[in-house]
């Protein structure tokens, strides 16, 4: 397995394959941004596209890495961005026709250097074409501003046949980063305080007050004899 210096290109054994860079960037979920190896406006190079793209804050995109169509046994990307603006993620190699790494990725996301390095399994068919190397999600940490990506010295495609870097040109990506449009909060309508009926409160009936009858008056007493005449024998009762 051939050895990588930050600083070297990688020169892997015939028996490694092919491919290429890697990306980095931020974009539109739609969109999606490739590191190109191979034959490119006339020349072999590594190269970003698109050139110019824009991401929301918060939001991860996927980067996928080809190799155009030129046969190759390994590749090597050295990246390099502001940290503070995009900021790298993870990676995931699934689906690459490069299993082989020569190198994980590697180097300082706080700093804003990533290292990847990939070859083919020994005896397999060095793969042309679109190629996918790896994927790389990043995330746009500020709102505003642009931040370049850019391939360093050492990056390189190796060529299946003799396994000379094919890279004569290199290109960039630039980065545009933008705040999301703030959802609006939706408004309540107030719910209307229903009107209380007043409860009615009942008269109380009147509690008849007894009349009381007048007492009867007293007729003079009168005091008489019966009868009123009368003759007294003498000695009688």
Known sequence: MPKVVHSTPLRPKNRFSSSVASLCAAVLAAIGIYVVAGS????????LTPANASVEVGQTVTVYADSGSVPVNAAQANLSYDPALP????????????????????????????????????????????????????????????????????SAVYAASGSSNIVTSTGSSTIALTSPAATPTPTVDPTATPTSTPTKT??????????????PTTAPATLYLSPGTGAVVSGAA
């Open 87 to 154: 900021q790298y993620v993870s990676f995931d190699n699934t689906g690459t026709q490069l299993p082989l790494d020569a190198q994980p990725i590697v180097g300082t996301p706080t700093t804003g250097s990533l290292q990847i390095v990939h070859a083919t399994q020994g005896g397999a068919t060095p793969p042309s074409g679109t190629i996918l190397l790896t994927t790389l999600t990043f995330k746009a940490l500020a709102g505003s501003g642009s931040a370049a990506i850019t391939f360093g010295s050492g």
């Open 202 to 215: 009942p008269t109380p009936t009147p509690t008849p007050t007894p009349t009381l009858a007048a007492a």
């Open 40 to 47: 490119h406006a006339a020349t072999d190079g590594l190269y």
